[in-house]
């Protein structure tokens, strides 16, 4: 048994539980976002885990990671910031303020910050242009940025970390499970 099934055994089986049989490929999303929080990110052996679970050829489960930007397969902090510079929040400040949100997270933009906590990455439209500066931390939306709501926003994560060390299902980022071969 992959450190997926063993981390998430009861999601794992209501994912797939979900489809008719035959069709259990349509759980692969489910999966993978699954499989990112077990291994810290999707890995080659998180594929071929999701592959075998779903009866695929890890091929096809490799397209659907590339696929999506929300899938990792290099090593990530626990939470990744998309943090939107496209035209239209640039308009509304976003530009002015990205200094504030690397200072704020303690890395550059495209890097993670040295306590491994934050990956700070440009974020394309993300839907949301009239409440900018705004960025999605992992998948939550966080609008309207300040000075003083980002520093709240990155105390509050901080906290919720270290609560919490091992990456929240189905979409944490962040080191691989506790749980090792053989436990
Ligand atoms: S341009 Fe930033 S949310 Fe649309």
């Known amino acids: 048994m992959g450190l997926l099934e063993r981390r998430f055994p009861t999601e794992v089986k209501?994912?797939?539980?979900?489809?008719?049989?035959?069709?259990?490929?349509?759980?692969?999303?489910?999966?993978?976002?699954?499989?990112?929080?077990?291994?810290?990110?999707?890995?080659?052996?998180?594929?071929?885990?999701?592959?075998?679970?779903?009866?695929?050829?890890?091929?096809?489960?490799?397209?659907?990671?590339?696929?999506?930007?929300?899938?990792?397969?290099?090593?990530?902090?626990?939470?990744?910031?998309?943090?939107?510079?496209?035209?239209?929040?640039?308009?509304?400040?976003?530009?002015?303020?990205?200094?504030?949100?690397?200072?704020?997270?303690?890395?550059?933009?495209?890097?993670?910050?040295?306590?491994?906590?934050?990956?700070?990455e440009e974020g394309m439209c993300l839907a949301a242009c009239d409440r900018a500066p705004m960025m999605q931390v992992n998948l939550e939306y966080m609008h309207d940025l300040t000075p003083d709501s980002l520093n709240a926003i990155v105390r509050g994560l901080r906290e919720q970390a270290a609560a919490d060390p091992a990456p929240a299902a189905p979409y944490g980022y962040g080191p691989p499970s506790e749980i090792t071969e053989g436990s």
């Open 14 to 120: 209501d994912a797939i539980a979900n489809y008719p049989a035959g069709r259990e490929a349509s759980a692969v999303l489910r999966l993978l976002f699954l499989a990112q929080a077990a291994y810290g990110r999707v890995t080659p052996e998180a594929v071929a885990e999701v592959a075998t679970l779903l009866d695929m050829d890890p091929t096809q489960v490799q397209g659907v990671v590339g696929f999506y930007s929300l899938f990792k397969e290099e090593p990530h902090g626990r939470f990744v910031i998309h943090y939107c510079t496209d035209l239209p929040c640039i308009l509304r400040g976003a530009g002015a303020f990205l200094p504030e949100v690397c200072r704020a997270f303690g890395t550059k933009m495209g890097e993670t910050s040295e306590d491994g906590l934050f990956s700070l």
